[in-house]
């Protein structure tokens, strides 16, 4: 992550009460992690620390990373009011992990591997921390099949949060995690729906740039309008719709 930690810490607060806090691919994760009560656990990208929060009931220990110190905060407030106790809380990014090889049974990422600044070595990170045969749950968006409708998708969640690096489509995040040695078991494709306004305040960015991205909605090529589903009502842009990948792999 790259120049990046003021506006994180902007925006904790909104990754703690918006629309992260939800969804079917975090049910997914637990599901997919199948775990038994023994389980160490760590969590990359944590931000508020939702995914975490989910399994710490059902694993033994959850360690949440992040490099941005206020989401760990914000992670930290989240674990407190939720009376959840076996968690610890670690400043770091992705592609540096402060961990001994082979540490720990399940490795989670969920909706954060589109800001790492190099997606191979964080890959690889993650099957040096997990034991032979640990899980890794990963979960991100997928950019639309259609070239021209990922490019519109990366523009303008780049243009609302200059922390957006890239979104890939399911073969691409696939190979990400064969190369770095993992075995895919299992995939599935979920469709999550975004207020417009709020998923466009979430990203902090001034009104003209606001602004900005409002009209690149209104403009968007017709493949966007479609593979996004965009909404729009009399000329304001009410919503849009796209797909979380979650996948389980083994080291
Ligand atoms: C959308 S939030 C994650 C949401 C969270 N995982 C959840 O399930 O609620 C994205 C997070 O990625 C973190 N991040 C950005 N660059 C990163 C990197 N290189 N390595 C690890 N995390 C990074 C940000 O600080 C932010 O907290």
């Not at 770091?92 to 909706?111: G, M, Q």
């Not at 691409?172 to 190369?179: F, H, K, N, P």
Request: proline letters at 5%; glycine letters at 6%; aromatic letters at 8%.
């Amino acid at each position: 992550m790259t120049g990046g930690a003021h506006r994180w810490e902007k925006a904790a607060h909104a990754y703690a009460t918006g629309e992260h806090k939800t969804g079917h691919e975090l049910q997914l994760a637990v599901d997919f992690a199948r775990p038994s009560g023994t389980e160490r656990v760590l969590d990359i990208g944590t931000g508020a620390g939702h995914t975490a929060l989910a399994l710490a009931p059902k694993v033994a220990r959850v360690v949440l990373t992040d490099p941005v110190d206020a989401m760990l905060a914000t992670a930290r407030r989240l674990f407190q009011d939720a009376g959840v106790r076996n968690a610890e809380f670690v400043a770091a990014a992705a592609e540096r992990l402060p961990f001994p090889d082979a540490s720990f049974d399940i490795v989670t990422t969920r909706l954060a591997a589109h800001h790492f600044d190099d997606v191979a070595l964080a890959m690889r990170e993650v099957a040096r921390v997990l034991r032979p045969g640990g899980r890794f749950i990963f979960i991100d968006t997928l950019a639309p099949d259609d070239p021209p409708s990922a490019t519109f998708q990366d523009e303008v969640e780049s243009l609302r949060d200059p922390t957006h690096r890239r979104i890939y489509t399911q073969g691409e995040w696939i190979a990400w995690c064969e190369q770095a040695g993992f075995r895919v078991e299992k995939t599935e494709v979920v469709r999550k729906a975004h207020d417009f306004e709020p998923w466009l305040e979430r990203g902090g960015e001034d009104a003209l740039t606001m602004r900005r991205v409002r009209e690149r909605f209104l403009t968007a090529p017709a493949s966007a309008v479609r593979d996004l589903a965009i909404v729009v009502r009399d000329d304001v842009v009410l919503s849009f719709t796209d797909r979380k990948l979650v996948l389980a792999a083994r080291r």
